[in-house]
């Protein structure tokens, strides 16, 4: 088992030139990609600037704002954004802080080559095989049930919630 630890104490100064009040930590990098976390301060900035790998930037605490090209939008704990390969994007606070978890896919999207179409529904045969499902057919119901959860005593969270 390897334990990687990441968080306050171990982030770093992080970023593109230009880059301010952010801090960040990898996680894990290999052949296939890199995985990180990001730590924007309030009135942080993340410089646009491209990367040539495909790339989430996955919001798990506080929120502000995201750049992809033209478009500008607000993201929150809880939202993923894609970078695509290439192309600019950029990252930014005002009033709150945010905290992010990046994952890089190194090398081209390969969907396609794994017979994922854009559009197409997949549907899963007995024989545990992917394939497209035929145009105009209904998905099939679905077998099994949610697993029984046990209230214990002094739980309290909210509904919805994990216990």
């Known amino acids: 088992m390897e334990v990687v630890r990441f968080g306050v ?11 301010r009040g952010l ?4 996680i894990h990098t290999d052949g296939r990609g ?10 942080a900035r993340l410089e646009p600037h491209s990367n040539p790998n495909t790339t989430w930037f996955v919001v798990i605490e506080g929120g ?9 939008s607000r993201v929150a704990a809880g939202e993923a954004v894609l970078w695509p390969a290439d192309v600019l994007h950029a990252a930014w606070t005002e009033h709150s802080e ?3 978890i990046v994952v890089e896919f190194t090398g081209p999207d390969d969907a396609a080559a794994r017979g994922i ?5 997949l549907a899963v045969l007995d024989a545990g095989q992917l394939m497209p499902r035929t145009a105009g057919t209904p998905p ?9 959860h046990e209230r214990r005593r002094g739980d309290t969270t909210r509904e919805g919630e994990p216990y």
């Open 9 to 19: 104490g171990h982030r770093r100064p992080e970023g593109p030139a230009g880059t």
């Open 23 to 26: 801090s960040g930590q990898v």
């Open 34 to 43: 890199l995985v990180s976390e990001l730590a924007f301060g309030r009135n």
């Open 64 to 72: 502000g704002w995201i750049a992809v090209a033209d478009e500008r």
């Open 98 to 100: 945010m905290r992010a």
């Open 117 to 121: 179409l854009d559009g197409e529904a």
């Open 140 to 148: 099939g119901r679905g077998e099994g049930e949610l697993a029984a």
